[in-house]
Structure formats: structure tokens, C-alpha cells
């Protein structure tokens, strides 16, 4: 009989003793989970979408910022438009190192039942720093006239389509010749296709009529070193009053202060959740500790050290720890699966969050729940194991 | 052999002091059954836990095989008690998640020989009767059948003394006298010292020194004569 195999038989045998203990730490965990997640989920929609985008300042027509960020980071299809002489204008300010323009089509309706709608944005493959730098990472080379690449989502969607498949875009055969990572971005439903390939479909009178050649969608600009994106947005802003501008820092500024908000929220209800699950173990644990005190004392009486017993009970309250944070991140999962996708502010973030994220979370979350365990064990543990054994004996009688 | 010296333990309750042992002095010899008689609140238990060190005096000393009990720190006192000395409780003193084997095992977790443990376990069951209540609960044994296997779990270590406080106190007069019989030939086959509290004359007379316990003070046990001091 080892200490350990007594500290899992007494968690084993006393099922309501053992759950009443767990019980705070399974609502912790399960909140820690919960929050963690949905933090990461939001925060990492935004950098990957900014991420994706590579330029330091983007520009869109006047009163569409709302609208291009909910494309952006909230995968909300949309369309507008500016003059494409705004480009040429935009050239022309000091700092700029590179330009590049996509044009947001109208949305391509589902193939076949069931099948959802992607965007289809058109790029200039000769300025492009978007598209190209994924294509070149993984195809290493530009796309070539007559090929597309197609988002994840949008891919899984087209079922029957696979690598190489030709598919029938604006009235015109394409090549699919690669798929972007998932993102959990609006360019996860995206099918990006060469401008030329686009001209010449417009050219040909084919089904992509209502696209006007003179218009761009939204400019993306890299800066030369010792720029900076907030100087040259308050610049842009000044000088072309029919553009909005903003730079990298501040895409998806709407929803990173949401989630700043949410975040103070979470703080506090964790802050308050860990306190009180603190107070209750500790309240159980020196309930459970009086009520074995007895226990204790006949331990002591056999020739347990007060070392012995410190362990016992220390090692009984991280295992029911252990067990807590367990079940706690089994059920904050579960919590997040359901309730989650009821959240209008998750709605098109990304689903998965990478494995070393959760691993991470739940990490966080198992030491969270395994220390407030053992913390609030310590007081009523350190006190029945400085006890002379006698002394315990009498006050558990 | 053991060896009380002049034994005080005082128990302060607000601005109360009560003497619950009193300048108590006594020797027991190796091999030596000795019960202590005397009613609730006499001192018995104090002075037992004295003597088996489990709580420290306000004077005097305790010494057992040459070794002052209370001038020892406390991890060697407990492993002194592993080896040497052990208990029987009036109250049932089995741990409730574990059963009757693992009950006798327990004293092995803190320390002595970790050979043959399990079959020897198993043996001192078989001795006080219960072998076919290995796997049993304490839940599941009676008031009887849980003093056994406490006598079982305090012979686990092959101890020296052993402290028995008002072992049979809520016993029938049968397991009562099973049970004192049993004492009786473990102090003689094993030589075992056993000091032993008890409410009954008529079980103390079956042990080979009577004390009584009054007040705090020792003295010997003499139907019908007044007091005389213990040792």
C-alpha cells in the first residue's frame, strides 16, 4: 500500500466527498476553456486576416470600411467600388514601395443544393503581394492565364471538383491549381482569378457583364522603410476624400475593441469564478479535513510522519484537481461547440483553432484548476498535519 | 522495558488548567500485561497516549528501551512508533475506503519491512478469525470483526508494546472475552507488553498487573484495600 494507491482509493470510495471538491474546479476550467477559446478565436481571426493581406495601409471607397472589414474578418460577402484612377493618384505619394487593387465580383451562386455562395476576387498578378506570395510559397510560381485558386471552404464545397479539375467561372473554363490553408477568413469562400482572365470574359460579352472595367474594389499599399501606415493613412485621408484608408494596425479596430471589452468582462467573471471556487474548495477541504480528523490521527498513531500526512492529503487534492480540471476542459469544450456558434461575434471565425493554441488553453486551464485545488487544500492540510496525533484523535471523536 | 517518570499533562480550556495526568510514574517489564482501570475522565487515555507518544507532556519523560520519547524530534518518534509500538483504539479505528487487508497493510506504507507483507497480512487475518473477510469493507464488518482487524493491523509491524485503550468497551461480553483471550496469548507466545484500559475489574483480574486511574494519579488496584502508588 503506497501513499498514492490510499490518496485514489479515498478520492474512489468517497464519490460525493470526492465530486463536491471537483465540482469548482470543473465550473472553472470549464469557464477558463470557454473564454480562452473564444478570445483566441477572435484574436486570431483578426491576425490571419491581417496577416493574409501583407500591406500596411488599405484603401476603399469612401463609406465601405465597414463593409470591407466584415468581408475581411467576418467573412460577410460584399461589393464596392471606387474609380480606378484613384490608384494612379494614390502612386503618386511619397513612401510607397508597392500598390496592388482586387476587385470583389458579385458572388458565384453554389454549384448544386446545399452549396453555398463564394466571392470571386480578381487580382493584377503582375503588382499582386497578396495572392501571389501563397501561391509562390506553395506552387512556387504566379498563376498563369486560364488558372484559379480557390479558398478552403470554398473547395470543400465544390465536392466534385479536384485539383487540376477545369471549372466553369464568368462563363469560362479554369484550372484549379491550388487551395489557400484555411484561415477562418473571408478568403477561406474566396475563388481568386487573374484580372486579364476576367477583361476577357467582359470582352467576350460573357456572364460577367455588370463588372465595370474602370472600377477597383480595394488598393493595398506597402510602405517604404521609415513610413509609417498611420502617417500615410492620415495623408491618403487628407488629400482623397472619396477614399477611406486604414492602416494594418487598425483592420478589424471594431471588433479588437469588442473583444478588448469581452476580454475585461471574462477577466472579471474568471477573477470572481477563481475566487470563489478558491473559497469553496478550501471551505470542503477543511470541512473533509475535520471530519477525518480522526483518520489523522490514528495515521499518525501507526507511524506516519506529519510529512506522511501532508502528502496524503496534498496528493489527494491534486489528483481530485486533476480530475476537476479534467472533466472541466472535456465540458468547456462541449460548452464551446454548443454555445459558441450562438455568438453573432464568432460567426465566420475561424472554427479550429491550432493544435498547439489548444493545447495551450487547456494547459493553462489544467494548471489553473490543479493549483486552485491544491491552494485551497493547504490551510486545513498544513493545519491537520502539524497536529499531535492524540490531539486529532480527541477533536475528531 | 518502559519506563514513566514523573508524567504531567495539562489540558488548558480558557482560563482553566485540568491536571489529566498527574506526576504519574510507572515501570512496566518487557513481556508484561498490565491493565489500568478507572472511570471517564480519569486520565487513562491521556496517560496511554503518553506513553505511546502521541502527545508530548508538560513534564516528566517516557522512556522505552533506553530512548527519552519526547527528547526525540518527531519523525524519529513516529518511526519509533512504527517499529516498536502500536494501538488499539476503543472506537473503530479501520480506514473506511480501504478493506480489512489493506487496513492491516497500512502500517507498512510508513515505514518496516515491505518482504512478504501481503501474505503475512493476510496470516493475522486468518489469526483473529477473518480470513474470509479479506476484501471486506470496515462497513461491512461488525463492531467485533473491526476490533480484529485492528489487533490484526497492530500486530502488522511485530510491535513490542502494544497500547490497547478500553479495546472491548462496546463489545458483547463473547467477543469480549474472544478478544481478551486473544490478548492474553499474544503477550505469552509473543511476549508482547501490553498495557491495556479498561472499565471492568473483572477483565483487568485476568491481566497480570491492575492499576487504577483517579484523578490524574496512578495507583495500584486492590480489591476492597485504599490506593497505593503504582510503582
Known amino acids: 500500500m503506497t501513499l498514492f494507491k490510499l490518496a485514489v482509493r479515498n478520492i474512489l470510495r468517497k464519490p460525493f466527498r470526492t465530486s463536491a471538491i471537483a465540482t469548482p474546479i470543473v465550473l472553472l476550467v470549464s469557464l477558463l476553456i470557454f473564454t480562452l477559446s473564444v478570445n483566441e478565436r477572435i484574436g486570431s481571426t483578426i491576425e490571419r486576416a491581417v496577416d493574409r493581406l501583407g500591406g500596411d495601409v488599405m484603401i476603399v471607397p469612401a463609406g465601405a470600411l465597414t463593409a470591407a472589414q466584415q468581408f475581411l474578418i467576418e467573412s460577410r460577402r460584399s461589393t464596392f467600388y471606387m474609380d480606378k484612377a484613384v490608384l494612379e493618384k494614390v502612386k503618386s505619394i511619397k513612401g510607397i514601395d508597392e500598390i496592388t487593387y482586387h476587385i470583389y465580383l458579385t458572388t458565384m451562386p453554389g454549384l448544386c443544393c446545399g452549396i453555398s455562395e463564394a466571392q470571386i476576387i480578381t487580382f493584377n498578378p ?131 475593441t469588442t473583444l478588448s471589452d469581452l476580454n475585461k468582462v471574462f477577466t472579471v467573471t474568471i477573477l470572481l469564478t477563481t475566487f470563489l471556487s478558491l473559497w469553496m474548495v478550501s471551505t470542503f477541504f477543511a470541512a473533509i479535513v475535520h471530519e477525518r480528523m480522526r483518520e489523522a490521527g490514528i495515521i499518525r498513531a501507526l507511524g506516519a510522519k506529519k510529512t506522511h500526512l501532508f502528502r496524503l492529503f496534498i496528493m489527494e487534492a491534486i489528483l481530485v484537481g486533476i480530475l476537476g480540471s479534467l472533466i472541466g476542459i472535456v465540458s468547456g469544450n462541449i460548452l464551446n461547440l454548443l454555445y459558441s456558434g450562438t455568438l453573432s461575434i464568432l460567426a465566420g471565425s475561424a472554427i479550429n483553432i491550432r493544435l498547439l493554441t489548444y493545447f495551450k488553453i487547456g494547459f493553462i486551464a489544467f494548471l489553473g484548476g490543479s493549483s486552485i485545488c491544491m491552494i485551497g487544500a493547504l490551510v486545513p492540510v498544513i493545519r491537520i498535519s502539524r497536529m499531535e496525533p492524540y490531539e486529532a484523535i480527541r477533536e475528531g471523536e | 522495558m518502559i519506563d514513566v517518570r514523573n508524567l504531567t499533562k495539562i489540558y488548558k480550556t480558557g482560563d482553566k488548567a485540568i491536571k489529566a495526568v498527574d506526576s504519574v510514574s510507572l515501570k512496566v517489564e518487557k513481556g508484561e500485561f498490565v491493565s489500568i482501570v478507572g472511570h471517564s475522565g480519569s486520565g487513562k487515555s491521556t496517560l496511554l497516549s503518553l506513553i505511546g507518544g502521541l502527545t508530548r ?141 479498561t472499565h471492568s475489574i473483572e477483565l483487568a483480574k485476568q491481566t497480570g498487573r491492575q492499576l487504577r486511574m483517579s484523578n490524574g494519579k496512578l495507583t495500584v488496584l486492590e480489591a476492597g484495600a485504599p490506593c497505593a502508588p503504582a510503582s
Open chain 1, 126 to 256: 503582375d503588382t499582386d503581394f497578396v495572392v501571389s506570395s501563397w501561391l509562390k510559397s506553395t506552387k512556387g510560381r504566379k498563376l498563369e492565364r486560364g488558372e484559379v485558386i480557390v479558398g478552403s471552404t470554398a473547395y470543400e464545397e465544390w465536392q466534385l471538383l479536384k485539383i487540376e479539375d477545369a471549372a466553369k467561372i464568368l462563363g469560362k473554363d479554369f484550372k484549379i491549381v491550388g487551395i489557400l490553408e484555411p484561415t477562418g477568413t473571408s478568403f477561406d469562400n474566396t475563388v481568386f482569378v487573374r484580372e486579364d482572365d476576367v477583361m476577357e470574359s467582359i470582352e467576350k460579352g460573357l456572364p460577367a457583364k455588370q463588372i465595370d472595367p474602370n472600377k477597383i474594389s480595394v488598393i493595398f499599399i506597402k510602405l517604404k522603410e521609415g513610413y509609417t501606415p498611420e502617417s500615410i493613412t492620415r495623408l491618403i485621408e487628407q488629400e482623397f476624400l472619396d477614399v477611406d484608408a486604414v492602416p494594418r494596425g487598425e483592420i478589424g479596430r471594431g471588433l479588437k
Open chain 2, 57 to 197: 507532556p508538560n513534564s516528566g519523560t517516557v522512556i522505552i528501551d533506553d530512548i527519552d520519547l519526547y527528547s526525540i524530534n518527531d519523525d524519529t518518534l513516529s518511526e519509533f512508533r512504527n517499529k516498536k509500538i502500536n494501538f488499539i483504539f476503543q472506537f473503530s479505528s479501520l480506514i473506511s475506503t480501504l478493506n480489512a487487508l489493506e487496513n492491516v497493510l497500512l502500517p507498512m506504507t510508513f515505514g518496516g519491512s515491505k518482504d512478504n507483507v501481503c501474505p503475512n497480512a493476510v496470516k493475522l487475518l486468518d489469526m483473529v478469525g477473518l480470513i474470509d473477510k479479506v476484501d471486506a469493507y470496515p462497513s461491512q464488518l461488525s463492531g467485533g470483526q473491526q476490533r480484529r482487524v485492528a489487533i490484526a493491523r497492530a500486530l502488522m509491524n511485530d510491535p513490542e508494546i502494544i497500547l490497547a485503550d478500553e479495546p472491548t468497551g462496546d463489545l458483547d461480553e463473547e467477543t469480549e472475552a474472544e478478544i481478551m483471550e486473544l490478548f492474553k496469548k499474544l503477550n505469552k507466545e509473543k511476549k508482547i507488553t501490553f498495557i491495556f484500559i
